[in-house]
């Protein structure tokens, strides 16, 4: 019979991080937020109406919750994540929760267009 007081974590594991900087670790992904964003002028024409806009600097910038077991090494601001296989960088991370040998964290990461 399993232990009440502690948890496994089971499922797909998908979000990695700590590779290159002398550990890895992995959690289970319960929730990702993926947004498609940047920066944006507009130019006027000659009454001031927008006639056009100019995109650029886009980003992704991705929010993750996930559950780690208690003590496992989380990731800092800057570190490089892996979530379905695509590469971002930490911005934000909050701890959540944690109860019985497991803590929900989320992240905020960006990943930009010109490091793709």
């Known amino acids: 019979m ?6 496994d974590i089971k499922g ?3 979000i990695i991080w ?3 900087e ?3 670790s992995m959690g289970h992904v319960q929730r990702v937020r993926d947004l498609l964003t940047g920066e944006e002028v507009e130019i006027s024409d000659g009454d001031g109406e927008a006639a056009a806009a100019v995109l650029f ?4 910038e991705l929010e993750v919750e996930f559950i780690v077991k208690t003590g496992d090494q989380l990731p800092t601001r800057g570190a490089s994540i892996q979530i379905g296989g695509l ?3 930490v911005t934000e991370r909050e ?3 944690e109860a019985k040998g497991a803590m929900k964290c989320v992240i905020k990461a960006k990943r930009w267009s010109f490091a793709q």
Request: charged residues 10%; aromatic residues 8%.
């Open 2 to 7: 399993a232990n009440p007081s502690t948890a």
């Open 12 to 14: 797909d594991t998908t």
């Open 18 to 20: 700590g590779t290159g």
């Open 22 to 24: 002398g550990y890895s």
């Open 57 to 60: 600097n886009s980003r992704n």
């Open 87 to 89: 590469a971002s960088v």
């Open 95 to 97: 701890r959540a929760w």
